[in-house]
C-alpha cells in the first residue's frame, strides 16, 4: 500500500483524470499523428499510453506486465515455429507458467490461510497484493497461445503484441479479445484513427457506460452494502433487498465498464466485441451465460468446456465438463471458497437445466433464472460463507418477514430505487439496441447526451473503482 | 445524422450544462464549505475540510477527529474553523495544521487527542486514493470533481440557499460560530428532556464493536508520540498556541478499555502525553460519561457539550449556560509534566468511585430495590 502523502494519478475510467486530462491528451496526440501521416507511431503512442494507465496505480506493476508479455511473446514465437513438428507438452509449460503467476499472485494466500495446520509454525501469511487486471491480461495471453499453436493467429510485430495484451480501454476488466479479433486492428495504424461519426458513437456508449456506474451502480453498492457488511439475520425485505440491489449493481457496473471500453476503442479506431447482451432477461441459466460476461464465457466454452467434453477419457464428458468449467469459472473471479461455490453453483444450475426436458412457461422461466442468479450472486458478494448463509436464509424468510427500521435497512424509498433498476434491467433498451435506434434530429441526440453525461460527471466525485477490479 | 454537427451540439450542450451547475454552486456555496453551520456527512466532510483548511483564515483552528468534526461543530465562521476530520490519523492533522500555519492570522489551535490516535496500526480512514495533499494544495483534478462539479454539492447550495431564503425571511439567521449562552442553556435544556440519543440496537453495536477494536490490545507508538510531538512543535514554532483537549469518553468507551484490560496502557499514554505537552483533560470517568443524553451515540457528544467545552478551552467563560453547562465546562482540567501523577491519582479515583457505584447498582438490581438514579 502507498504511504500517506502519495498522491499518485489513478486513472479510473470515472475520473476527472481520464475524462478531461488523460484521454484528450491520447486523442489529441492520436489525431496529431494522423494529420501528419506518421502511422507508424501510433503504435508506440497507444502503447506509451497503455502503460502510463497501468503504471498508473502502481508502476511496479509494469514490471510484472512487461515481464508477462515478453515470456508470453517469446512462448508464442516458439510455438509459430515448432507448427511443422509440434512438440507435446511446449503448449501446456507455456500455459502452466502463466497460470504459476496468476496462482502466485492470486492464491497465495487463500492457500497459506487453508494449509496452515500443515505448514510448519512461525510461518506467517504473505501479504501479495493483487496486480491490477491480472487475472484477465493472463487469460488474454493464454488464449492467444493456444490460437498460435491452433494456427488461428500469427505472431505479430513485437509492440503489437504488447499493445494488444495493454490496450488500456480494456486492459483492466476486459472485454477479453481474441488475437484475430484485435491484432489485425492494431496491426493496420491507418485504421487507427477517428471521425465525427467514430466519435459520437464513441462519446455516447462512454456517456452511457459512465451513467451507470457512477449513478445507477454506485447507488445500488449504497444500498445493498449495510445489509452484506453488518445486519446479522437480515429480515427477507432486507436479504432479498440487499441480494437484489446487489445483483444489478454488478451488471450495471460491469457492464458500464464494457460499455465505457468499447466506446473508448471506437474513439481510437478500433472495435471491441460486446460482453453484455441483457442478461437478466435470459430464459434460462445456459442463455443467461450467452449474454453474460460474454466474452469470458466464450473463453470457458472454447478453451475449457469443449477441450474438457471432448476428451476421451471422460465418459459423462458433458456433465463433467460442465462442473469443472464452472469451478474453473468460480476460482478464477476469487480466492475464496464463496467463489468456488459460486462456480458450482452455477455448474449445478446448468446441469439441472441441461437436462430439464419439460419447458415453462416464459414468464416463470425467466423468473427462476434470475432468482437463481441473484442466489449465487449473494455468494459472489459475501465476505464469506456464514455471510453468505445468513443472507439465504433470511431471503427464505428464515429471519422473519417483518420490515425493520435497523441502520441502512431497506426502507420503501430504496426499493422503489431497486425495484425500478430492476424494471430498467428487465425492460429497457440496452446500449446497443439504442445504437440501433439513432435519435434522427442531432438537437435532441446532443441534448440526451448532454443530460447523461452531464448528470454522470457531476456525480463522480471521488470515484469509486469498478467492482470487476479486485478480480 | 450529420455526425459533425451532433459533435458540436453535444459539447456546447454538456459545457452549458456543466457550466451552469459550477456556476449555482460557485455563487451560493463555493466549496459546500460555507453552509450554515450544517456538517456533511462522513465521506464529504473529509473531502471538503481540506479545502476549508487551505482556503479559510480563521484564528482558532480545531482538529481532530470525528469526536471535534461532530462534537464541536462551529461550522466555518466567527474566526474558528472546525477542520475535525472523521477518521483522522495524526499525519493527516499534521499535513491539516501545516497548511494551515500558512494562514498568518492562526493564533491559536485546539488539538482534539484521543487515544486511538496513538496506536501503532491506526490507519483511520485514510481514503482510498490519499487525496488530502492533493485537497490541501488545492488540486483542479479533485477540487473541480468534489466541489464546483459535484451534485452533493449541488444538493447543499440547494438547501443553503433555502435556508438562508427562510432565515431572511424570518430575520432570524442559524447560529454559527461560537454559541451564544442562551442557545446553549435551551440546546441542553431540549436534549435532557427530549434525548434525541439513537437507539438503534445496530448502530450501537457497531459502536460497541469500534470502541472495542480501538482498545483491543492497546498499546502506544513511539512513531505516533513522535509525529504528535512534531506537529505540537511546528506549530508553536510559528508562534500559534497550542490546546490539546483530551475529547469526552462516554461509558460504552470506558467499559471497552476495562474490558479489553488496557486501562494502564491507557493510563500510561497520559503520562508520556503530559510530559510532549500540557493538556486539557476531559476523558476518563466523568459525571458527562454516564449521561447518555447529552450524547449522539455512545461515542460523540451533542455539539451543544463540544460547544460549552470550547468556551471553556478558550476562556470564554459560560455564565448563563446553566448548570449542566457549568458543570461540563468545569471538566477539561489541566495537565502538564507537573501535575500529571496527581492527576493519574484522581482520575483512579474516579474510576474506582464509578465502578464501585457501577457494583453497586448491579447488587441492587440482583436484589430487585430501585437504583440510586431512579429517584
Known sequence: MPAFGEAGLRVLFNSFEFLFFFLPLVLGALALLD?????????????????????????????????????????????????????????????????????????????????????????????????LGISFFTLQQIAFLVDVRDRQTDVPSFPVYALFVSFFPQLVAGPIVRARELIPQLADPRRLRSDSARLVNGLG?????????????????????????????????????????????????????????????????????????????????????????????????????????????????????????FLLAGIWHGAAWTFVAWGLLNGVYMLVAQRWRRPLPSPLAHALTFIAVAVGMVLFRAVDFSRAVDIVLGMTGAHGFAWRSDVGSLDANKLIRVFSLLAIALLAPNRRQLEHRPLRSDRWAALVFALIFGIAVIEIGTPQPFVYFQF | MNAARRLKLMSIYTAVLLAAVAAVNWSIDPLGIWGNGDRPDETLARELVPYAVALDRPETLLVGNSRIAWSMNVGASAGVL??????????????????????????????????????????????????????LHLDPLVL??????????????????????????????????????????????????HPRTTSNPLRRQAHERMARGAYTGFGDSDERLATYAAIIERAE?????????????????????????????????????????????????????????LFIDPLHVWPVVGQVLLRSLLGRGCAGCGDVAARIAELPVAVDADNVEARLAEREQRRAL??????????????????ASDG
Open chain 1, 35 to 131: 494529420r501528419g501521416g506518421r502511422h507508424a507511431a501510433k503504435i508506440p503512442l497507444l502503447l506509451g499510453a497503455s502503460l502510463v494507465f497501468y503504471g498508473s496505480w502502481d508502476p511496479r506493476y509494469l514490471l510484472l506486465i512487461g515481464a508477462s508479455i515478453s515470456f508470453n511473446y517469446g512462448w508464442a514465437l516458439l510455438l509459430q515455429r515448432q507448427r511443422a513438428s509440434p512438440r507435446r507438452g511446449a503448449l501446456a509449460a507455456g500455459v502452466a507458467v502463466n497460470l504459476a503467476g496468476l496462482a502466485f499472485f492470486k492464491y497465495t494466500a487463500f492457500l497459506f490461510d487453508n494449509l496452515q495446520p500443515l505448514l510448519p509454525a512461525g510461518l506467517t501469511r504473505p501479504a501479495i497484493a493483487l496486480p
Open chain 1, 205 to 325: 456508449a462512454i456517456a452511457v457506460g459512465l451513467f451507470k456506474k457512477v449513478v445507477l451502480a454506485d447507488m445500488l453498492g449504497g444500498i445493498a452494502e449495510p445489509v452484506f457488511a453488518f445486519h446479522f439475520h437480515p429480515s427477507f425485505v432486507d436479504a432479498w433487498g440487499a441480494a437484489l440491489a446487489f445483483t444489478l449493481q454488478i451488471y450495471f457496473d460491469f457492464s458500464a465498464y464494457a460499455d465505457i471500453a468499447i466506446g473508448l476503442g471506437r474513439l481510437i479506431g478500433v472495435d471491441l466485441p460486446e460482453n453484455f447482451e441483457s442478461p437478466y432477461r435470459a430464459r434460462n441459466i445456459a442463455e443467461f451465460w450467452r449474454r453474460w460476461h460474454i466474452t469470458f464465457s466464450t473463453f470457458l466454452r472454447d478453451y475449457v468446456f469443449i477441450p474438457l467434453a471432448r476428451h476421451p477419457r471422460n465418459r459423462d464428458r458433458v456433465g463433467f465438463a460442465l462442473l469443472a468449467t
Open chain 2, 82 to 135: 472546525n477542520a475535525g476530520l472523521p477518521g483522522a490519523t495524526l499525519d493527516e492533522i499534521g499535513a491539516l495544521v501545516d497548511r494551515a500555519l500558512e494562514n498568518p492570522a492562526l493564533r491559536r489551535i485546539v488539538l482534539g487527542a484521543d487515544a486511538p490516535l496513538f496506536r501503532p496500526g491506526h490507519s483511520g480512514l485514510n481514503d482510498r486514493y490519499r487525496a488530502l495533499p492533493r485537497r
Open chain 2, 144 to 193: 473541480v470533481p468534489e466541489t464546483l462539479l459535484n451534485e452533493r454539492i449541488l444538493d447543499r447550495s440547494r438547501r443553503v440557499f433555502t435556508q438562508r431564503w427562510s432565515a431572511a425571511a424570518k430575520d432570524s439567521p442559524g447560529e454559527t460560530g461560537l454559541w451564544s449562552p442562551d442557545h446553549i442553556r435551551a440546546e441542553i435544556g431540549e436534549l435532557l428532556d
Open chain 2, 237 to 293: 514554532a510559528h508562534g500559534v498556541e497550542v490546546i490539546v483537549l483530551l475529547p469526552v469518553q462516554g461509558a460504552l468507551e470506558l467499559d471497552a478499555m476495562e474490558e479489553e484490560g488496557v486501562w494502564s496502557e491507557v493510563q500510561a499514554l497520559y503520562r508520556k502525553l503530559a510530559l510532549i505537552h500540557p493538556f486539557r483533560d476531559a476523558s476518563g470517568y466523568s459525571f458527562l460519561a454516564f449521561e447518555p443524553r
Open chain 2, 354 to 371: 464509578a465502578r464501585a457505584a457501577a457494583g453497586d447498582a448491579r447488587r441492587r438490581a440482583r436484589l430487585g430495590a430501585p437504583s
